[in-house]
């Protein structure tokens, strides 16, 4: 089975640039969380999508946002960059969401903002 | 605010021996624990879980222990063998939880020397 896959795996972007990110589940899962990693933060959750409706919401501002599509494939996208969102930013599935269906991770796309 | 705390940032261990990995948490209402391990440009892999109902969960080598009046988890690993050099993650979250927003702490990078 093949795992959860994210694409590209690196970018570079200028300050004031947008950029979406693209995550494809593993096969059968349906819901899928996004993940900011940074050095001083740690990893922050973004949102969780399920069924293609947002179903939880980090502590973000609206200029991260994200969709899922009927594949259950989801994208994330920032506007207006900011050098602070240089980070990896990790996509996760599971089954159904909920404690039972612990989080696969995809390996992430590392962000590059200047 | 940081609800949950991973104080070491780095842990060394000889081959063979035990590996103990701490946690801490503030939010009273976290009720379900996990520990991820990462690899360097991997995404995190889930390892092992534990419920509030619990004070110990075991899965061969991996032994995870909660103490809910410390507020406080420790991931005992034993014997500790040069695979297990990765950084660890603990992650928490409360009844609403899983894969709905999970808050992780920092890391402890492991390193196993021979």
């Known amino acids: 089975k093949a795992g959860v896959t994210q694409t590209p795996r690196y970018l570079i972007k200028t300050r004031g640039q947008q950029v979406t990110l693209s995550c494809s589940p593993i096969?059968?899962?349906?819901?899928v969380s996004w993940y900011q990693q940074t050095p001083g933060q740690g990893l922050q959750f973004l949102f969780e999508y399920f069924s293609e409706t947002q179903r939880n919401k980090g502590n973000f501002p609206g200029r991260f946002s994200g969709r899922q599509f009927s594949n259950s494939r989801s994208e994330m996208n920032v506007s207006t960059l900011e050098l602070g969102d240089s980070a990896l930013y990790l996509c996760?599935?599971?089954?159904?969401?909920?404690?039972?269906?612990?989080?696969?991770f995809g390996n992430g796309t590392r962000l590059t903002v200047t | 605010d940081q609800q949950v705390k991973q104080n070491s940032p780095s842990l060394s261990v000889q081959e063979g021996r035990i590996s103990i990995l701490n946690c801490d948490y503030t939010n009273s209402m976290f009720d379900y624990f996990l520990w991820y391990k990462k690899y360097p440009a991997e995404g995190p892999t889930f390892l092992i879980s534990i419920s509030s109902i619990k004070d110990k969960n075991e899965d061969g080598r991996f032994t995870v222990f909660l103490n809910k009046s410390a507020k406080h988890l420790s991931l005992h690993i034993v014997p500790s063998q040069p695979g297990d050099s990765a950084v660890y993650f603990c992650a928490a979250t409360d009844s609403g939880g899983g894969a709905d927003g999970l808050t992780f702490g920092k890391g402890t990078h492991l390193i196993i020397q021979p």
């Open positions: 996760a599935s599971s089954l159904e969401g909920g404690r039972n269906s612990p989080l696969h």
């Open positions: 096969s059968g899962h349906r819901s």
